[in-house]
């Protein structure tokens, strides 16, 4: 058999967490157009046949600007010495910007193997991907690369070989009908998050997190109680919405979601509370589950 642990790596909305809900055909990150959607390393459980690989979904890697962001970046990094492999995403050319530079310069001195993986092939011609593919060979540091549409689910089967030939001999880690290490109040409470970035759009992409209060079953109806905080009294009216509608499209919107993941009929209270600066506290911070494994 053969198992180990692969970390997936790139700028915010580079596609991440949509490449692993593909791997898995299951979906365990969520995924909106916000970049820094995904603010804990994700684990995901790949098993087929005789092979385990354990992928870890990382924040996207940016220059932190608060204390949420130092944990952010700091999770990232600390999946490269603890991989057989490291995937790097990246959707243009490393020339575009300083975001893909920022995260080599990271990467680049470390000697687990690196793939790196052109996600989007989809939007693009053939010249703009030889553009891409060519500027990156050209820097000798990448053992494989691979085009993908995570989206489309295009060459997801060839990236998923690549990665086992990098796997060493040895046991599962998890059970093989295991798809992820965490918790379902966890997932429920990124389900919830990822609803409120979706109907709130521009108007909090960073500043909210959700707390799971009460989490019980009773005559086969799961009871979800959880708090969305919020930074300031203005946006604590920008999630409610006038009449609380934009609470109660939130509140149905991930209600159906945790339902399909639970498999079990939900019934879901969300409350809105302040927290000023609670991404810069590290109190709040770990109450809110982003601290240091």
């Not at 030939?165 to 998050?193: A, K, Q």
Request: aromatic letters at 8%; charged letters at 30%.
């Amino acid at each position: 058999m053969k198992s180990g642990f692969i970390g997936i790596v790139g700028r915010p909305n580079v596609g991440k967490s949509t490449l692993l809900n593909a791997i898995l055909g299951e979906k365990i990150a969520i995924v909106s157009d916000k970049p820094q959607t995904t603010r804990n390393t994700i684990r995901g459980i790949y098993t087929e046949d005789d092979t385990q690989m354990v992928f870890m979904d990382t924040p996207g890697i940016h220059k932190p600007r608060n204390k949420l962001g130092e944990y952010m970046t700091k999770a990232a990094v600390n999946t490269f010495n603890d991989s057989e492999a490291i995937v790097f995403i990246v959707d243009d050319k490393l020339s575009a910007g300083p975001g893909d530079k920022y995260i080599l310069e990271l990467i680049a001195p470390v000697s687990t193997p690196k793939i790196l993986v052109i996600n989007k092939i989809d939007t693009m011609t053939p010249d703009g991907y030889k553009a891409i593919y060519d500027e990156y060979e050209a820097l000798g540091i990448f053992d494989s690369i691979i085009g993908i549409s995570a989206k489309e689910n295009h060459n997801i089967e060839l990236l998923i070989d690549t990665l086992k030939s990098y796997l060493p001999e040895g046991p599962f880690f998890f059970p093989e009908d295991m798809i992820t290490d965490h918790p379902e109040r966890f997932l429920v409470s990124e389900i919830i998050r990822e609803k409120m970035l979706l109907f709130l759009k521009d108007e909090l992409p960073h500043g909210t997190a959700v707390e799971i209060e009460t989490f019980k079953t009773e005559k086969n109806v799961v009871k979800i109680g959880a708090v969305i905080y919020c930074e300031k009294k203005s946006h604590k009216g920008m999630i409610i919405g006038k009449e609380g509608k934009k609470l109660k499209g939130i509140g149905k919107s991930a209600r159906l979601d945790i339902e399909s993941l639970l498999g079990a009929k939900v019934f879901l209270e969300l409350w809105v509370k302040v927290k000023e600066n609670w991404r810069d506290s590290d109190i709040m911070l770990s109450n809110f589950g982003y601290k240091d494994e």
